[in-house]
């Protein structure tokens, strides 16, 4: 590794290194135990370039590390890690409307810039994560609904490729690969040192959460749906029917509505007639006061998801097949519990055609999410028993949703990822890769294959 720190103006860490856990951890504890042979933290692209050479020179994978927020812990490996947090400067252009990321920053920082300028693009609802991994694999927010996906404001991406050169890719330079990074996941095609987006003005929003207790759980949530089937773009919300420790369960529905707090009660009115919520809290609130009202905390203990999408409202007996497993979950000590969440997608995002970006799922209006957790003191008979109750409920919700997966809530048990989050945009995909990285040298898990050396699961 000495050798690498010569060529490097970053520092190179090994296990055991001040610092080496903080730079490798990944969010998801149950991934902690994977060790890297070491981690460069970057200090600009040139370093990225310099690494990858280095390394394949010596036939050492190379990953790259944004947020660290992989569902899969896909951003530590057995290889080399590219730390990417030094590329976290943010330059806002008011005149042009443009905002440049560095490749490693996160959401937090972009946002904090932003708001600062009063503009917006659509990023998730966590500070921690980061852009790379977000806007590669889509990126769906409170507001994608109403301005589209994180890669949908792409305009501009920096890449080193696998023999170290830079290109910059954008509607007319490398289209095709500025195609792929829009969609395609993060980690297949090189590593993104920036990212250029368009901005837009922000509106004054208000929020609403809202609980019921499990009894109500059928109706309410069959209600919830239909009020986002015919919701405008302005309304997004996460659905949710969940349960934790010995908890009965609950029914939620948290969201933001580019509008006032008046017309969201309009909208959720069918479902106060419906039955009474524990808790309802619907309010005005600016731009930026809904944005951090739609904060998700989750403690990176270890968990597991599973997805599958659906043009329409789940029927009956779908909404009736959540409840049920929600009731049956075998339990654990983890507070985030286990559940299914339906997150409102459509709008602005469905407008998009399929093959305009590397992202497919245009015609959702749900992403089903259903995840579970636990902790590392619970017995492995929990474990397994928590990953049996999800790999069932997955099966069952077949019968209801499509096997349309979201490569970001990325998914390691999946076998047929290849259609499940890329569709019919695969193979092209596999294209691009084999123009791009030839000779397969980035390989995440559930790697994209250049063309003709494809290995299907
Ligand atoms: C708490 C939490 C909240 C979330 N909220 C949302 C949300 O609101 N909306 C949403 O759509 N998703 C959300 N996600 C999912 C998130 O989009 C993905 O987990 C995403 O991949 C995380 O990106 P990262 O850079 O933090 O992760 P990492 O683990 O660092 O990277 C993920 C993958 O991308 C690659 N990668 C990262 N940066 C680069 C780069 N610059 N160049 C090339 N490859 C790169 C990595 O190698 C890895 O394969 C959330 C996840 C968590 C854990």
């Known amino acids: 590794m000495k050798e690498l720190q010569r060529l490097v103006e970053g520092r190179v860490r090994v296990a055991g290194d001040a610092g080496f856990e903080d730079a490798t951890r990944p969010f998801n504890k149950r991934y902690a135990d994977i060790r890297p042979t070491a981690v460069l933290s970057v200090r600009h692209a040139a370093d990225v370039a310099r690494a990858i050479t280095w390394a394949r020179e010596r036939n050492m994978p190379v990953v790259a590390r944004g947020g660290g927020h992989s569902y899969a812990g896909y951003s530590v490996g057995a290889g080399l890690v590219l730390d990417l947090r030094g590329l976290g400067s943010v330059r806002v252009d008011p005149v042009s409307g443009l905002v440049a990321v560095g490749g490693g920053t996160r959401n937090g920082a972009i946002y904090q810039a932003l708001q600062r300028h009063d503009l917006a693009i659509p990023l998730g609802n966590s500070d921690e994560v980061g852009i790379g991994g977000l806007v590669l694999g889509g990126g769906v927010s409170a507001v994608s609904r109403a301005y589209g996906l994180t890669a949908d404001a792409l305009v501009e991406t920096e890449i080193v490729l696998a023999d170290g050169t830079a290109l910059v890719c954008n509607a007319t330079d490398n289209a095709d690969l500025f195609w792929a990074c829009r969609g395609g996941g993060g980690g297949h095609f090189g590593v993104n040192t920036s990212f250029t987006f368009r901005t837009r ?57 580019l509008g006032p707090a008046a017309e969201l009660r309009e909208l959720l009115a069918p479902a106060l007639d419906v039955a009474r919520p524990a808790r309802a809290d619907i309010a005005d609130r600016g731009y930026w006061g809904a944005k951090d009202y739609m904060y998700h905390e989750t403690s990176g203990e270890p968990f597991a998801v599973r997805t599958r999408c659906t043009p329409k409202p789940l029927s009956d007996s779908g909404i009736q097949a959540i409840v049920d497993a929600v009731e049956r979950w075998p339990g654990s000590t983890n507070p985030d519990g286990a559940g299914v969440a339906l997150f409102a997608w459509g709008g602005a995002i469905n407008r998009v055609p399929v093959a305009d970006s590397a992202f497919p799922h245009r015609d959702t209006l749900f992403l089903v999410s259903m995840d ?36 970001n809530f990325t998914d390691p048990a999946l076998t047929d990822w290849q259609s499940a989050y890329y569709g019919p945009n695969y193979p092209r995909l596999a294209q691009i890769k084999k123009r791009y990285d030839p000779d397969g040298f980035f390989q995440p898990p559930q790697a994209i294959r250049p063309l003709g050396k494809e290995i299907r699961a």
């Open 372 to 407: 579970t957790s636990w902790l590392p003191s619970d017995p492995a008979h929990t474990v397994w028993s928590n990953l049996e109750w999800l790999d069932g409920l997955h099966e069952e919700m077949g019968n209801y949703a499509t096997e349309a997966a979201y490569v």
């Open 201 to 257: 003005t922000p509106v004054p929003s208000s929020t609403c959460l809202l609980l019921w207790p499990w009894r109500q759980a059928a109706q309410v949530l069959a209600v919830l749906q239909k009020i986002m089937a015919q919701a405008p773009d302005q309304f997004a919300a996460r659905i949710g029917a969940s349960r934790a420790g010995d908890d009965p369960g609950v029914v939620s529905i948290i969201g933001q509505h």
